[in-house]
């Protein structure tokens, strides 16, 4: 029975049609280092007739920092090693400079390469812009790394000047009741502030790798401490604060990381309050198809979450310009999570109030 798919069914064919119309770049060189034959996609690109192709040496057309190597490499074709993905630069006849990646088979006892090659000259500089982008942002996370040590140092010593500074008070001497009320606040956020600033300078100084220590973090507990950060404002404002952590009190988590977030959040739904209304603040926790979640919501003004969904937590992201807002607590918010491999959405109504989710990894 006959197979039509048989060799000798097909030794009539001629294979010119693919070596002539094909957009692949083709060609036979010999061992002498001249071309034999290339097709019309390879003169195209090399802006060369076929006779000025086979004219001259193959090194002639190729970019002089590439020379020596391409030589080292055809020395093993010659010995009939196969050439895979070896790349190369060739002069346009305009004096362009194009990329090759070259797939070259060796015919021994015909002395012939048979080649075929890849315009890989977008790729390669798509790959210089990104290695270029990918060296500016090591620059400049090397600068902020730097500036964020700086600053944190710095500032640590008029604080430092400051608790002196109430240490020498005698509240004693001082008979207004409401005046050492103030003091003492004034002294209470001046030491946590100095102790934030501590543990990001140890941050700094020990932890440069990319590896973020865990703990258990009793929510609660991180939350209170926030609060008595933000108490004058949260008296003067009449803020209310509603939790439920029946569903879970304690995650794993990085504690620094735990406090920004809340403080971020927490002083974010007193400065969009909305002025005809007390803020009324609800923390809860829950869990939800296999996730633990925590809920931050509040009655605050809002915004249009699903017009503004793509840059919530965008860098210097805003949306009410009459507030002195920088657009940093939310991305800082967001980084933390995910840098934990959570995540956290929000769901925002202009007048209505604002639902943070976020969403613990397993």
């Known amino acids: 029975m006959d197979d039509h798919r048989s060799a000798s069914n097909i030794k009539g064919y001629s294979l010119k049609p693919f070596f002539d119309q094909t957009r692949d770049l083709l060609c036979i060189a010999g061992f002498d280092g001249y071309f034999k034959k290339v097709n019309p996609a390879l003169c195209t690109l090399l802006e060369y007739s076929e006779d000025e192709l086979l004219s001259r040496p193959v090194n002639s ?92 140092h710095d500032l640590r010593s008029p604080i430092s000047g400051l608790l002196g500074v109430f240490d020498m008070i005698d509240l004693s001497t001082i008979d207004d009741a409401e005046t050492r009320s103030l003091i003492a606040l004034l002294e209470t956020s001046t030491a946590n502030l100095k102790k934030t600033l501590d543990t990001y300078i140890d941050g700094f100084q020990q932890n440069e790798s990319l590896v973020i220590e865990l703990e258990p973090v009793h929510i609660p507990s991180y939350l209170k401490d926030v609060q008595l950060s933000l108490g004058k404002l949260l008296d003067d404002t009449n803020a209310a604060i509603q939790t439920d952590f029946s569903a879970f009190e304690t995650i794993p988590f990085n504690p620094d990381f735990m ?76 980084s933390h999570i995910t840098d934990l491999g959570g995540s956290i959405s929000a769901e ?11 969403s613990f990894k397993d």
């Open 259 to 334: 406090k920004s977030i809340l403080l971020n959040l927490l002083s974010n739904s007193i400065k969009y309050a909305h002025p005809d209304r007390s803020p009324v603040i609800t923390i809860a926790t829950k869990a939800e198809n296999g996730l633990r979640k925590l809920t931050f919501s509040d009655n605050g003004i809002g915004f249009d979450s699903s017009k503004n969904k793509d840059k919530i937590f965008g860098l210097y992201q805003t949306f009410h310009d009459q507030y002195d807002s920088k657009g940093i607590g939310l991305y800082l918010v967001h």
């Open 348 to 358: 925002s109504t202009i007048n209505q109030g604002t639902t943070f989710t976020i």
């Open 61 to 152: 057309f190729i970019y002089s920092e590439d020379q020596a190597l391409t030589a080292k490499q055809r020395q093993k074709i010659h010995k009939g090693k196969p050439l895979l993905n070896f790349e190369n630069r060739y002069i346009k006849k305009s004096g362009e400079i194009v990329w090759f990646s070259w797939t070259s088979i060796p015919k021994l006892d015909q002395e012939l390469v048979y080649a075929i090659a890849k315009d890989v000259t977008h790729q390669k500089a798509q790959n210089q812009e990104r290695d270029r982008l990918l060296s500016k942002l090591t620059r400049e996370n090397d600068q902020l790394k730097k500036l964020n040590y700086t600053t944190s």
